[in-house]
């Protein structure tokens, strides 16, 4: 059997300011420590390869993702890339994509990180109204978020993204229109459009909880989100995953590889990684949370690492679903038997047979997929199934 792609995830938790919304891994700081922290990165990288030190596997893609990787400066990612192609042989057209928030960013600094061989920019731009901004609690503006685009082109970028939220409290669907505009009018190559979420035990599931912060309802909602994939599809940036959309040919390898269930490595603090033995045996793996017992335990000699697991076929099986129904083009019927080491039909039968008559879900050719109004209660049709 032909081994599943292998790419990188690389964890940068710091960032300038917490927004309200955010319960990932990510702290404010004024003070970062990018030197210990980079030679923590470098440590646990040589302790990575170590552990693979038989997987002969180039890398597929490199994402380095946060909190805010732009807080460090392009020596700092220009020497941990240089580490990786040490111990890493990368594929033909490796992705490299760095995330980076509007506000931290100079022209001189996305050119550096050109330069060191990052090839695409994510912006988290999030809106492009001023007043949603402030709602957002974020630390720039719409001309911030303008002129961050404008910098990356000329620093030579020619696969940008620009993250967006919608469906904040008191939108429009008149406004989200005007905002999928003005996105359009900056001539991306890939878009992410989230809908907002209240995770708990953040400041704004707090003040909803309190009463103190009204939410769309779910018509509203679904109207906005039906909108946004309507829209941009006449735009000639098709949805290839519920949330994201592309031009032709700019889908984000590294995400692919995660919706497809590939392996990749996690690091840094809070980092997750999955990655497949040479007997098929699947791994999960998750860093220390926080980044100063990180630094510390990877100082220590002691490898950064929380847990280490090896799945079971039904888990397996089940995180191969959840992620390839994400995908427009779903996920074949075989991937799924060679995971869970089960037919799909065996797995959740009289489940299917419902999904697929209710109109949520289609088979063709043995590739199962969400129909159009199953991509609007995609929530209910994977609870339904795993």
Known sequence: MQPPHLSLYVHFPYCVRKCPYCDFASRASRQIPEQVYLTALGRELSLWRQELATDARPLHSIFLGGGTPSLFSPASIATLLGWIGEHWSLEEGCEITIEANPESLTLDKLAGYHQAGVNRLSLGVQSLLDERLKQLHRPHDVATAIRAMAWGRQAGFTNINLDLIYATPGQSLSDWQGELAMAIALQPDHLSCYTLTLEEGTPFFAAHEQGELPVLGEEEELLLFSHTRQWLTQQGMPPYEISNFCRPGFQCRHNLNYW????????????????????????????????????????????????????????AGAETLIMGLRLHQGIHLAHYQRHAGISLWQAHGKTLEELLQDGLLQLAKEQLSLTENGVKLANLVLAKLV
């Open 260 to 315: 497809n269930y590939g392996d990749y490595l996690g690091l840094g603090a809070a980092a997750h990684g999955k990655w497949t033995s040479q007997q098929g045996i699947i791994h999960r793996t998750v860093n220390i949370h926080h980044d100063q017992p990180y630094m510390a335990s990877l100082m220590a000699g002691t490898g950064g690492r929380q847990s280490k697991e090896i799945l079971t076929p039904r888990e």
